[in-house]
C-alpha cells in the first residue's frame, strides 16, 4: 500500500488510474517496482455480465432496500442482502444490455469491436453503489500483472450511471480523479455540472437547473408569479430550491411564498405543520421538488387536511409515480402539470426483453412464485413453486410495456454515448491525432482521459429523432415532455402528454404547450390565478411593500409626465417633451399650446384697443389736414405734429406683432418696429421741446441766431439720425443674434409656451435704453420749458406726456420680467399701447378740443397772446 502511495506521487497524470488498484484494492506483493498486485479482498454483488473487447459497466437499482447498512471490503466473499425488487431498476438494465447487443450487430458502429458489459445492483444504496464503482475500475481478478509502473488499462472504460444525484457525487468525485467517464441517465443534480469537481462526468438527463428553468417557463406563461416551493432534504432537492431562489425572479418575474423541506421518514408533527403553511398561504401554484416517497406522505395529510384548489408541479422524480394516479389522491392532484423525462423509442426493445432467461427476483416477482426451496411461510401460505417455464408474454406485466420509455431512453442514449466516443476514438489516423504529438489513443493502452476528450466531441441522432451532444459541462441538450394528469369522469386516471421544453442551439429555451388538452382541477375549468398582488393597471406602478418579497406591492399613479400603458408596470415612462400624461395617466396627449392668441378674451382686448388707438391716430390726422391752415396746427412745426401721429399710429399697429403665435418674421419684426417707432416719436417730441425752448432764447435780446439751428431742415434731420441710430441697433442685434421662436416648457410642465427667445439681452437691453434715454431727455427740456410764457405752453403738454411715458415704461421693466409665458407679451402691449395713448392724449387732446369744440380760441392772436390778453 505504502508503495503504490509513492509511486502515484512520483507518476504523471496518465498513470493514475492504476494507482487505484494498488490503493484501494491491492496491496504490493515485491519489491518498489512490483510486476504483480494481489487482490486483497473481494465484496460479491448482483450483477449481469458478458465478454467483450471492451466492458462497459453499468449501475442499475434492481432492488430498493438493502439490509446490509454497513459494508467493508473483506477477504471472504459476500452477497449484500437487497429485497424490494424494483422491475423499472431492472428494465433499465436490460435496456442497456439490449443497447450494447445492438451496437454489436451493427456493422457501421464499432465495426471488428465487440462491447461486453459488467452490470451491478447498488440496491438503491449509496454503499453498496460506491462498492459497486470500484469492483467496475478495479476488476475481480485474484491477481493483475502490470509493468514496473503499475500501469494498466481498467477493466471497464466507462461507466453507466448512477441513478441517483448523490450517489452520482460520491461515485463521481472518486472517478473523477482519475479522468474515468462517467455517463448517467438519471442523476439530475446542478451541482454536477462544476467541471472543476466532476471532471469526467456526464449524463444524458438534462440537469435541475433547466428543469428549474421549465418550470419557471411554465410560471410565466399562465402568470403564476407567487407560488411554494416543497423540496427534498439532498442534493436533489436543495440545489433545485437554490435555483429557483436565484432565478425565479430574474427570469420569470415571480416570487416563493414559502420554501419547505420535506421531511426524511416519518415525522407527522413537521409534514402537519407543513400541509398547515400551505392552506394558509394565499399562493395556489405548489411546486413539489422531492422524491416520490417523500410527496406520498405529504399528500396524505393533505386529503386529511382536504387542502383543495391547488395547482401542483411536479419534478421528474414523481411526475409518473401510480402511487399517486389513484382515487384517493386525484381530486387533490387532479390536473398537476409535470416536468417528464423525454419519452423514446427503442425498437426492438420489447423483443429482446421476451427473450430474458428466468431470473430469481425477476421470475418470482413477475410470476409471483418461488422456485425451490421455498421459505416455509410460502408452503404453508399456499404459494406456487416457480418451474422456469413460465412464459413471459402471458402476463400482465410492466416489465414488457415499451409504450413509455424515459429514464430507459436515457439509458439506451448514455450506451450509444460511449460507443460513439469510442468509434471516433478509433477512426483517429496516426499522426493526425489530438494527444501529445498528434498521437492517437490505442485500444489496447487505451486511457481513461482520452475517452473523456472524446465523448466531449460526441454529436448523434437516434433513431427517435433526438440530437445527443455535450456542452463544455458534461450536460447533453435539454429537453423535457410536459405531462398532465387527468382525472377522467369513470374515476380513472390519464397521464397526458401537452407540450415540452427544450434549448436548442438556435432559439435558446423553447416552451410549447398545446392548452387545449390541459385538465384544470377547478370548477371554471380555466388555470387559476396565483399573485401575490394583482398586476397593476395602466396609469399605476409598482411599488414594493416593505419587508416583503418584490411581488407583493401596491399601485401608486403615475406621477405628472409619465404613463404606463400596459398592466403590471414597474417603472413609468416619461412622455416625449411636446407631450403630457392624460388625467388617467395611460397615455400621452400632446401638451396645450399658450400663447398671446387673437381669441381669447386678453388678446381681443388687446387687439381693439390697439386698433381703436390707430383708428383716433387717423381721425386726429385726419383733423389736423382738415385744420393745416388754422393757428394752432400751424404753431410749433405742423410737420413735426404730423409726423408724431403717423409714428404713434404705427406704435399702436407694431403691438399686433406681439399677439398670435410667434414665427420668426413676427419675432424678428415685432422688437424692431416697436423700437423704431417709438425712437421716432420719442424723437419728433425731442425736437418740438428743443424748437420751443430756442424760440424762447430767440425772444430775448442777441438770441435771434439760435433759430438759425433749428430750422425745418434742421428739424427733419435730427429725428432722421436719432431714428437712423436705433435702426443701426435693431440691424446688429437682428444680424448677432436673433430673436427666434421658442418652445418654453419650464413655466408649466402640462404646457408649451410659445414665446420669442429674444436672442441677445444686451441687444433688447440696448433699444430700450435708447428709447429711455431720449424720452429722459425730452422730459428734461420739457421741464425746463414748463414755466415759459402761455404763448410757448405746448411745453406743458410735452412735460405731461413725457411723465406718463417714462411712467409706464419704469412700471414695465419689473412686470415684464415677473411675468411668465404670454403675460409677458401682455405686459409689453399694455406698456406700447399706454405710453401711446398717454401721448396721444396728452399731446393731441387739448388741441382737438380747441379745433372741434372752441373754434373761436383757434386764431393767431389766441394762440399767440393768451397769456396776457384779458
Known sequence: MNQCKVMRVFSDNTLLLPMLYCCFSFAVSSSRYSSSCQLQGQFNLNGMHKTGDVILGGLFANNLFSADPDLTFTSEPQLPTCYSFDITGFRQAQTMAFAIDEIN?????????????????????????????????????????????????????????????????????????????????????????????????????????????????????????????????????????????????????????????????????????????????????????????RTINLMQEVVRQNVTGLQWIASEAWTLADGLQTPHFMPYLGGTLGIAIRRGEIPGLRDFLLQIRPVNQFWEHSFQC?????????????????????????????????????????????????????DDMLQC???????????????????????????????????????????????????????????????RTKVQYVGEVKRSAFKGKELTLDEDKIFWNFESK???????????????????????????????????????????????????????????????????????????????????????????????????????????????????????????KWCFLCSLLFIGR????????RHAAFGISFVLCVSCILVKTMVVLAVFRASKPGGESSLKWFGAVQQRGTVLALTSIQAAICTAWLVSASPVPHKNTQYHSDKIVYECAVGSTVGFAVLLGYIG????????????????????????LITFSMLIFCAVWVSFVPAYISSPGKYADAVEVFAILASSFGLLVALFGPKCYIIMLRPERNTKKAVMGRGTTK
Open 429 to 491: 489516423e496516426p499522426g493526425r491525432g489530438p494527444f501529445s504529438n498528434n498521437t492517437c489513443a490505442h485500444l489496447q493502452r487505451l486511457e481513461p482521459w482520452q475517452l473523456v476528450y472524446y465523448l466531449g466531441k460526441v454529436n448523434f441522432t437516434t433513431t427517435f429523432g433526438d440530437q445527443v451532444s455535450f456542452d463544455e459541462n458534461g450536460d447533453t441538450l435539454p429537453i423535457y415532455d410536459i405531462i398532465n394528469w387527468v382525472w377522467l369522469p369513470d374515476g
Open 662 to 669: 410667434p414665427r420668426l418674421w413676427t419675432c424678428q419684426l
Open 526 to 648: 380555466q388555470p387559476p390565478r396565483s399573485v401575490c398582488s394583482e398586476s397593476c393597471p395602466p396609469g399605476t406602478r409598482m411599488a414594493t411593500k416593505k419587508g416583503e418579497p418584490e411581488c407583493c406591492f401596491d399601485c401608486v399613479p403615475c406621477s405628472e409626465g409619465k404613463i404606463s400603458n400596459t398592466t403590471g408596470e414597474c417603472e413609468c415612462t416619461s412622455c416625449p417633451e411636446d407631450f403630457w400624461s392624460s388625467p388617467q395617466r395611460d397615455h400621452c396627449v400632446p401638451k396645450k399650446t399658450e400663447f398671446l392668441s387673437y381669441h381669447e378674451p386678453l388678446g381681443i382686448c388687446l387687439t381693439t384697443t390697439s386698433l381703436l388707438g390707430t383708428f383716433i391716430c387717423v381721425v386726429v390726422l385726419g383733423i389736423f389736414i382738415h385744420h393745416h391752415s388754422t393757428p394752432i396746427v400751424r404753431a410749433n412745426n405742423s410737420e413735426l405734429s404730423f409726423l408724431l401721429l403717423v409714428s404713434l
Open 773 to 796: 434715454l431720449l424720452a429722459v431727455l425730452s422730459f428734461l427740456f420739457a421741464f425746463l420749458a414748463r414755466n415759459l410764457p402761455d404763448s410757448f405752453n405746448e411745453a406743458k
Open 370 to 422: 418461488r422456485f425451490a426451496p421455498p421459505p416455509a411461510s410460502w408452503v404453508e401460505a399456499g404459494g406456487e413453486l416457480c418451474t422456469g417455464q413460465e412464459v413471459i408474454e402471458n402476463v400482465e406485466t410492466e416489465f414488457l410495456d415499451v409504450s413509455d420509455l424515459r429514464p430507459e431512453y436515457n439509458v439506451y442514449k448514455a450506451v450509444y454515448t460511449l460507443a460513439y466516443a469510442l
Open 105 to 293: 450487430r451493427n456493422s457501421k458502429l464499432l465495426p471488428n469491436v465487440t462491447l461486453g458489459y459488467s452490470l451491478y445492483d447498488n440496491c438503491n444504496q449509496l454503499g453498496i453503489a460506491f462498492h459497486a464503482s470500484l469492483s467496475l475500475v478495479s476488476g475481480q481478478e485474484e491477481q493483475v500483472t502490470l509493468d514496473k509502473r503499475c500501469v494498466g488499462t481498467p477493466p471497464v472504460q466507462g461507466i453507466v450511471g448512477d441513478s441517483s444525484s448523490t450517489r452520482s457525487i460520491a461515485i463521481s468525485s472518486l472517478l473523477g480523479l482519475y479522468r474515468v467517464p462517467m455517463v448517467s441517465y438519471y442523476a439530475t443534480c446542478s451541482c454536477l455540472s462544476d467541471r472543476q469537481k466532476f471532471p469526467s462526468f456526464f449524463r444524458t438527463i438534462p440537469s435541475d437547473a433547466f428543469q428549474v428553468n421549465a418550470m419557471i417557463q411554465i410560471l410565466k406563461h399562465f402568470g403564476w408569479t407567487w407560488a411554494g416551493l416543497l423540496i427534498s432534504d439532498d442534493d436533489y432537492g436543495v440545489h433545485a430550491a437554490r435555483s429557483f431562489h436565484s432565478d425565479l425572479g430574474p427570469a420569470g418575474g415571480g416570487c416563493l411564498a414559502y420554501t419547505e423541506i420535506l421531511p426524511w421518514g416519518d415525522d407527522p408533527a413537521e409534514v402537519r405543520r407543513i400541509v398547515d403553511v400551505m392552506r394558509k398561504s394565499t399562493a395556489r401554484v405548489v411546486i413539489v421538488f422531492a422524491h416520490n416517497s
